[in-house]
């Protein structure tokens, strides 16, 4: 073998390990790619259910504010009641108490 044909086989050679070595260096990277790609999927599919359970947790919310409200309100119309039962209680026992005087004359 001549000297010209030693020395490209020898580049050749280099060229062979150069490539190789930065063969070896991509699926390296693409398995960090791969990696990263799962963890962002799995992230993606944690911020979903996050989502998800922040408007439950906001829809209870509501419910827990609206309990007071509703309470007041129940509770003003139980007074209107009251009031209102005892008024026309005591119309009633003065109408009755005007007639029995009036019946007594």
Sequence with gaps: MDEITKVEIDRIHDEDKRQNHRLDK????LEEIRKISAAVERLAVNMENMLLE????????????QKPAEAWSSMQRTIMTTICAAL???VAYGI????AAYAAH
């Design 96 to 99: 009755m108490q005007m007639i």
């Design 54 to 65: 922040q408007k439950k947790q906001g829809e209870r919310l509501d419910e827990l504010e």
């Design 26 to 29: 991509l699926e390296s990277n």
């Design 88 to 90: 026309a209680g005591a």
